[in-house]
């Protein structure tokens, strides 16, 4: 199983409004409402945004939301601020109780 | 509030078995919503998931890794480990445990260890 595909950087000001897509085929994020997003600073391990396509755990700003048309899995930072960049992960089930990770977006913050 | 932990050898020869543990505090490590698992990340690069383990022993694995990977627990002792045979420097990497949340499947990774970075080289 190949990881998703993530573009490699994105780029915003503070304030604005960013989307990062992850691409996947019917065998993964189109096939399943199991779709997730990680936040990794530097040196730091993974911290969970979304699961299940949309859904925030508790205690996650609601700046971050998600939506999955199609084959395309979407994570939106808006309002972005400083401490916004980071690296950016989405995650995907694929069948038999299997995972995949996209290959991961870095995002700066002008 | 759930905390797992690695802790291993940080320097393994090539050809050698990989071992790390990951101790879990704050919550069951035999709670039937649950499944514990093990995720790597290469210097620089992306995250990779190698497999995840049940209370009970049920398991389930990368398909790119299966051949060499063994994830076992020992709720006595509240700890999963992992066992990755026949090492290569493709394998130097921060390991991660983290728990792999179940409901009626696998879900979402929620808790996440520090990560423990183990480096492969005679």
């Known amino acids: 199983q190949s990881a998703l595909t993530q573009s490699a950087s994105v780029s915003g000001s503070p304030g604005q409004s960013i989307t990062i897509a992850c691409i996947g085929t019917n065998s993964d994020v189109g096939g399943y409402n199991h779709v997730s997003w990680y936040q990794q600073h530097p040196g730091k391990a993974p911290k969970l945004l979304i699961y299940d396509v949309t859904k925030r755990p508790s205690g996650i700003s609601n700046r971050f939301s998600g939506s999955k048309p199609g084959n395309t899995a979407s994570l939106t930072i808006s309002g972005l601020q400083a401490e916004d960049e980071a690296d950016y992960y989405c995650s995907s089930y694929i069948g038999d109780n299997t995972w995949v990770f996209g290959g991961g977006t870095k995002l700066t913050v002008l | 509030q759930l905390q797992l932990q690695e802790s291993g050898p940080g320097l393994v020869k090539p050809s050698e078995t990989l071992s790390l543990t990951c101790s879990v505090s704050?919550?069951?490590?035999?709670?039937?919503?649950?499944?514990w698992s093990w995720i790597r990340q290469p210097p620089g690069k992306g995250l990779e998931w190698i497999g995840s383990v049940y209370y009970s022993g049920r398991s389930y694995y990368n398909l790119s890794l299966k051949s060499r990977v063994t994830i076992s627990v020992d709720t006595s002792k509240s700890q999963f480990s992992l066992s990755l045979s026949s090492v290569t420097a493709a394998d130097t990497a921060v390991y991660f445990c983290?728990?792999?949340?179940?409901?009626?499947?696998?879900?979402?990774?929620?808790?996440w260890g520090q990560g423990t970075l183990v480096t492969v080289s005679p």
């Open positions: 704050g919550g069951s490590l035999s709670s039937t919503t649950s499944y």
């Open positions: 983290a728990r792999h949340r179940y409901d009626w499947g696998l879900r979402e990774f929620d808790y």
